[in-house]
């Protein structure tokens, strides 16, 4: 069969339950499906909008669900995050920000680690990839300039979505009558012991014979608790990190509470930050992207009828090549960062990069084409999502092929994670 034949049969094969252009009848349902996968927690729009949508899209309203899609993209990307990290001077703050920011400790506009400070000032920071996210470094409560009794009018407290208290040892009373003012305001904290590798490596080293890690944990822990006693605040959780070390302790678990607390607008760009430590991690990351490619499509194919498959313009493949760049820099498989850990790990990036698949994604052999991946991502789309495209829910063509970026980048970057914990 010729490849021109053979598009045309595949494709009539897979739209051969096309409704004509007016019965959109199933969309909603389409739409509904595709949302109803993700937990509450983790999706990037409210339930008032998925309704929203689902409503103006049962009712043959393409136009309005086009609008509301549009709006919630758009508060999507705007979406400003404004982190609080407050402590004493010496607990981790500033190790704590460039963590989450990702920025080496050295060099640019990482925040100065080790430095007692004298002026008391606060600092922001700027996320490097997603600058409507910004980490704002505060002086401790009871440092001269910052007395308890208007500390958080001097902080300007509205601006931040929630509080990380840090501590290196323990929460002192100044810091828990903070997290009350705070819970005062409506606003969330969370108690973040740092240092706990250097405690592990301390009591190692203390009682080589009867060292018990776990049990070391949780005597830091019941230190840290037994502050609360007689607060009434409660119980509250600490989590306990290694600044050193994200993908141990505590930290992936202060990541989803932040995600679960954050109003469902501002969860993309939040986890759009976020540092590639884990698996499940980089599975985050790449729902809250899916779902991100979903409403896009949506708003862009749901005029769209029988997608023509085959030919993709020079302005379609640099768009890709761009999504395809991006997907790599979000999930750390961009050129920089495969240099940077094959210089780690002391391999040739060649070698490295020889276990991925995404570097290869647009390297065409002599028979293939990229409207032959097309096909195949059409295909891959088709058979995941078959009942989908039975109903109606088509999208423009490039965005078949973003889903197979996404999946493909998302993959490598777990094929470097595994490596990466090989050679530890
Ligand atoms: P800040 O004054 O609160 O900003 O604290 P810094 O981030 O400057 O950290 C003070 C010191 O503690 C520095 O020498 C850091 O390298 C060290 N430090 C910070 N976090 C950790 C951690 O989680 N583990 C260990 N072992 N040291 C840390
Ligand atoms: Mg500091």
Avoid at 29 to 50: G, L, V
Wanted: a positive charge; glycine letters at 4%; hydrophobic letters at 35%.
């Amino acid at each position: 069969m010729s490849p021109q034949l053979h598009n045309t049969v595949l494709i009539s094969h897979l739209f051969s339950n096309t409704p004509n252009d007016e019965d959109n009848g199933n969309l909603p349902s389409s739409f509904t499906e595709y949302f109803r996968n993700y937990k509450a927690e983790t999706k990037i729009i409210s339930e008032e909008t998925t309704r929203s949508i689902e409503l103006c899209l049962k009712k043959g309203d393409l136009q309005r669900a086009k609008s509301v899609i549009s709006d919630a993209l758009r508060v999507i990307d705007n979406a400003p995050i404004n982190i609080a990290v407050t402590g004493e001077s010496g607990s981790g703050k500033s190790s704590l920000i460039n963590a989450l920011r990702k920025v080496k400790h050295s060099g640019g506009s990482a925040a100065e680690v080790g430095v007692i400070e004298t002026t008391m000032k606060i600092k922001s920071y700027e996320h490097p990839k997603v600058k409507n996210l910004i980490l704002w470094d505060l002086p401790g409560i009871g440092t001269p300039k910052f007395q308890p009794h208007n500390y958080l009018e001097k902080v300007e407290f509205k601006k931040y979505d929630f509080f990380i208290i840090v501590s290196s040892t323990r929460f002192k009373q100044h810091e828990i009558d903070l997290a009350k003012a705070i819970r005062i305001m409506k606003k969330n904290y969370y108690f973040v012991r740092t240092k706990v590798d250097s405690d592990l490596q301390n009591e190692e080293k203390c009682h080589p014979q009867n060292f018990d890690r776990k049990n070391t944990l949780k005597q830091i822990r019941n230190y840290c608790l037994n502050n609360f006693t007689g607060s009434n605040i409660g119980e509250p959780e600490v989590f306990l990190i290694s600044n050193y070390d994200l993908s141990d302790y505590d930290f992936p678990v202060l990541m989803d509470t932040l995600i679960k607390n954050l109003l469902a607008e501002k969860r993309h760009n939040f986890l759009l930050s976020m540092p590639n430590i884990t698996e499940a991690a980089i599975q985050k990351k790449y729902n809250s992207t899916k779902q991100y490619i979903w409403l896009n499509a949506l708003k862009d194919g749901v005029f769209a009828t029988v997608p023509v498959v085959g030919i993709l313009s020079d302005m379609d493949i640099e768009k890709l090549k761009k999504r395809l760049n991006f997907y790599q820099d979000l999930f750390g498989v961009d050129d920089e960062s495969l240099t940077f850990m094959a210089k780690d790990a002391q391999v040739p990036v060649g070698q490295l990069k020889k276990k991925l698949k995404s570097p290869y994604l647009l390297e065409f052999k002599k028979e293939e084409t990229l409207g032959g991946l097309l096909l195949k991502c059409l295909e891959k789309f088709a058979s995941a999502n078959g009942g989908l495209l039975a109903t109606g829910l088509y999208f423009t063509k490039t965005y078949y092929l973003e889903f197979h970026f996404l999946d493909t980048v998302a993959e490598d970057a777990k094929v470097l994670l595994r490596e990466a914990y090989s050679k530890k």
